[in-house]
């Protein structure tokens, strides 16, 4: 039995070793189990709670265009969190489950969705910004080493490269636009930069699970590595922009050919991972909310499945 055991892992390992994806009927560890469906529901999680900030805007959108691009920016968001939901379950993970813990609190989601949208200028900011990180943090996550949720992430990083446009089109529009407007701007991406910064998670030395995921190719970049890419790509677009990046350490470092940049307050960031951010409690009972008032949508369509299940079989 041992020795059986020893066996799957030793081709468990080689399969990750040689990139072969991890299907869900192949034999996999508990563990390696266990933090795919930590990550995928906490990433799922994220994208549903993401639609909260952004939908606060869709009835106060500058123009019908405008309104029309946010509302399916929103809706693909939504999609975003399906997929993954999906892919969790394949890991035998109960979707029902997965969305009580979101409510009682117990699942994370991204620290980033707990701050408020003021203005219409952060709505440029969240889609330059966030959805930059998004993008530097999911790419890789197309390679990760479980076939279901790479290929979750094909889809959803063209769909985010789409979303990152259109708030750098927002930015631009801004920034060309009348002192107000840049002010706007300006305002918008002080308040979005370090929590943006936050999203790539704790600093390396501080990040439990990294190292056990790189081994098993379920991240295949660390915190820090993605965090600093991200710093080098969008300091060349600010300045593009005409903003001044909010922090007075950041310097290019030639050794190193990247930027030197200021310190995180990870008490803030912690702050907000444990429940007490600036919207936190508002996030949750509006999700809360939401689902209880779907619930007759689901009642009907269990119900409608049943009925065309019995009339298949009368058939
Ligand atoms: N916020 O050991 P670590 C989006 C937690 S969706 C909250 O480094 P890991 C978008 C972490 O979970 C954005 N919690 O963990 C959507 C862990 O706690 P547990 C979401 C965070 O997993 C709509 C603990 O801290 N993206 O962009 O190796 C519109 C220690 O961290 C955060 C994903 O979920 C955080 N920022 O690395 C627009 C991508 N960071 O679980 C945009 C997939 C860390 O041990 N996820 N924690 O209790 C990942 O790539 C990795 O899970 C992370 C963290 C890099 C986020």
Not at 87 to 100: F, K, N, V, Y
Not at 165 to 190: D, H, P
Not at 287 to 307: D, F, M
Request: glycine share 6%.
């Amino acid at each position: 039995m041992e020795e059986v055991q020893v066996n799957l892992e030793e081709q468990f390992e080689e399969k990750v070793a040689q990139d072969v994806r991890i299907e869900p009927k192949d034999w996999m560890p508990e563990a390696y189990r266990k933090t795919l469906i930590r990550q995928i529901s906490q990433h799922a999680h994220s994208e549903i709670v993401g639609m909260l900030p952004e939908g606060n805007w869709i009835t106060r959108a500058p123009s019908l265009k405008r309104k029309a691009i946010l509302l399916s920016k929103v809706q693909d968001e939504a999609g975003h969190g399906l997929y993954l939901y999906s892919a969790a379950e394949t890991l035998g993970a109960s979707r029902d489950q997965m969305i009580a813990d979101l409510h009682s609190g117990k699942a994370k989601y991204s620290s980033i969705f707990n701050y408020p949208t003021l203005s219409w200028a952060d709505i440029g900011a969240i889609g330059w910004l966030v959805d930059g990180a998004a993008i530097m943090n999911q790419v890789p996550l197309c390679r990760t080493s479980y076939g279901p949720y790479a290929r979750a992430m094909v889809r959803v990083c063209k769909e985010e490269s789409f979303h990152q446009r259109q708030g750098f089109e927002i930015m631009m529009t801004l920034c060309n636009g009348a002192t107000e407007q840049k002010e706007m701007a300006q305002e918008a991406f002080n308040r979005w930069w370090w929590p943006t910064l936050m999203m790539f998670g704790p600093k390396d030395e501080e990040s439990p699970n990294t190292e056990q995921s790189m081994r098993w190719r379920i991240k295949r970049f660390t915190n820090d590595e993605l965090r600093q890419r991200f710093v080098d790509m969008m300091v060349p677009q600010a300045e593009y922009l005409g903003l001044k990046v909010p922090d007075k350490d950041l310097k290019w470092n030639e050794e190193k050919n990247g930027y030197d940049f200021g310190p995180i307050d990870w008490n803030e960031f912690w702050n907000v991972v444990k429940g007490n951010g600036p919207c936190n409690k508002q996030r949750i009972q509006t999700r809360v909310k939401a689902h209880e008032e779907g619930a007759w949508v689901r009642e009907a369509a269990l119900a409608h499945a049943e009925k065309r299940a019995a009339r298949g079989k009368a058939a």
